[in-house]
């Protein structure tokens, strides 16, 4: 039977690499088996064998530093540091001992860890495993990781999914000769979607794990390796080639070639098997980490909101409610120069934005369903009283939350639209079709679909009239990042357009008891966050 996965942020406030996160998958009981993916994916890419392996298993799959959700390392960091940060993730899980299982860079990671601690490790399966030449090393070095930075214009969109679709044809990607010419289909546009969302969510750090993995010997490191270890590859797989390359006449190390994705994963899920191992603790409540945001994860799985802090939980608590375009990564980044000392911000992705799970239900709006999960969390984390900003839809959900729950001391919201019944105010309008293309068109439609709203109200007339007062060139950072929101959860902004157009929104403010500030400008929101500290 298939396992539950649960989700949470282990936070390391006494890392050597300085106060981080990292974010894991967990599912099974039993000895415990950490499992790394390939970059730039994130732990969702080990999935199928975490399903495999959970019914005998305590299954832990981080997402490496800078990837997924976890935090960055600095910049530089080899395999022995990757490893080290391996450790340290065993460490606050309690695990003396723990397996290992890590596909493509994951196994690279994986033989580090063995190798550099090999007291830590039972045994390694490693599951697509890279052996380069001296020249091959250098030349992949050299031209395999270029630079990826937001361009304004969204050409990096069309270079990423180009670039995504060729690994599919050539490898390595950026050799276009016959002999490099592999035999696969091209991935469906979902799938090349999903890795392009992974990819942009470790934007230049994508290098990272990479680089370190292209640097790492790992014929050496086998020759020299002291724990049981599987080395193998899909036939399926570019790497399965360098399994020629591999040693075979050590004690510690079997290379087997494997056949189909499914039967390489059943080869690796025999080796693991009744291997002893440290059984970790259960999940814990996610610690604060001093002078800087924090994530947390709350709830059960397929219930769980992602939760962005800065500050103190302790400290008076200000609760910011994202627009429809966004999550909490953006809302708390645009008012967080704003927060006064001993003063704390709170941001939540609302229901089926960002990474908080959906809402099954649909027996009363949009707007109230998530006015009420809200409300939900503060009893989760006992918040007694708290400011709401609201930015956008946000704010019709605070004027709901305010509402319905007394807890809401004073209310300020920006961006309120009322519905003046004209062909503007068509829910179709606001949103474009943004299913996945093969060519990847679908991109550049969100990206200009961010850029322009932060040039034009509304932003799909792109009129005089419609200028917003005020507004220079977006930075391209900044509509990346609205971007991989908006890509993350079309459906969930387009239910949020729908119910923010149709919101009567006259009527509801009639009802607040609480002091409200409905503000024009994100400066005045700003002010109001000093003013009323």
């Not at 942009?200 to 750090?205: E, V």
């Not at 724990?227 to 797989?237: C, H, Y």
């Not at 087997?256 to 409540?285: K, Q, Y």
Request: glycine share 8%; aromatic share 6%; net charge negative.
């Amino acid at each position: 039977m298939t396992q539950p996965v649960g989700r949470e942020f282990i936070s390391l406030p006494q890392s050597r690499f300085g106060p981080r996160q990292v974010h894991v998958r967990r599912a099974g009981r039993g000895p415990a088996v950490l499992l790394l993916h390939q970059s730039p994916l994130s732990s969702r890419d080990v999935l199928p064998m975490l399903g495999r392996l959970s019914a005998a298993h305590s299954c832990i799959a981080p997402d490496t530093p800078g990837y997924g959700l976890s935090d960055p390392l600095p910049a530089g960091v080899d395999m022995e540091g990757l490893a080290a940060a391996v450790i340290e993730l065993a460490d606050a899980l309690g695990l003396e001992q723990f397996a290992l299982y890590g596909f493509h860079t994951g196994a690279m990671i994986a033989l580090a860890v063995a190798l550099h601690h090999p007291e830590r490790v039972t045994v390694v399966a490693a599951n697509g495993c890279l052996a380069l030449t001296d020249g091959s090393r250098a030349d992949m070095l050299a031209r395999y990781l270029p630079a990826f930075s937001p361009s304004w214009d969204g050409a990096h969109l069309a270079w990423l999914w180009a670039r995504l679709r060729e690994q599919t044809i050539f490898f390595p990607w950026y050799r276009g000769e016959a002999e490099c010419r592999m035999a696969y289909d091209v991935p469906s546009p979902a799938h090349l979607q999903a890795a392009a969302l992974e990819f942009l969510r470790a934007g230049d750090h994508y290098r990272s794990a990479y680089r370190a993995a292209l640097a790492f010997d790992s014929a050496d490191a086998l020759r020299k390796l002291r724990v049981p270890a599987l080395v193998t590859a899909s036939s399926r797989d570019p790497l399965s080639d360098d399994l020629a390359r591999l040693p075979t006449d050590t004690a510690m190390v079997s290379v087997v070639a494997g056949g189909s994705p499914d039967e390489t994963l059943a080869i690796c899920e025999r080796f693991l098997a009744d291997r002893p191992s440290s059984v970790p603790h259960g999940l814990t409540a996610t610690r604060p980490l001093r002078d800087r945001s924090w994530q947390a994860l709350l709830g059960p799985p397929g219930q769980q909101l992602r939760c962005r802090w800065l500050g103190s939980p302790d400290d008076p608590v200000t609760l910011i409610l994202h627009d429809a375009w966004s999550c909490s990564d953006q809302a708390l980044h645009s008012l967080a120069s704003a927060c006064p000392a001993g003063q704390t911000l709170l941001a939540c992705d609302l229901p089926g934005h960002g990474e908080s799970d959906p809402i099954a239900s649909h027996q009363v709006s949009r707007i109230e369903q998530h006015a009420a999960v809200v409300s939900t969390l503060l009893d989760r984390l006992d918040i007694r009283t708290c400011r709401v900003v609201g930015l956008g839809y946000g704010g019709l959900v605070g004027i709901e939350l305010a509402l319905r729950d007394v807890r809401v001391a004073s209310l300020a919201s920006l961006e309120l639209a009322v519905n003046q019944g004209d062909a503007r105010w068509d829910p179709t309008a606001w949103m474009n079709d943004l299913a996945p293309r093969w060519h990847g068109g679908h991109l550049l439609a969100a990206w200009h679909m961010m850029r322009d709203s932060t040039l034009f109200q509304p932003w799909f007339e792109r009129t005089q009239v419609g200028i917003i007062a005020g507004s220079g060139a977006p930075d391209p950072e900044e509509i990346n990042q609205r971007v991989l929101s908006l890509l993350r959860s079309p459906h969930a902004t387009a239910d949020a357009w729908r119910a923010h157009l149709n919101y009567p929104l006259n009527e509801r403010l009639a009802g607040l008891r609480c002091p409200h500030l409905a503000a024009s400008t994100r400066a005045e929101i700003t002010d109001w966050l000093r003013d009323t500290a």
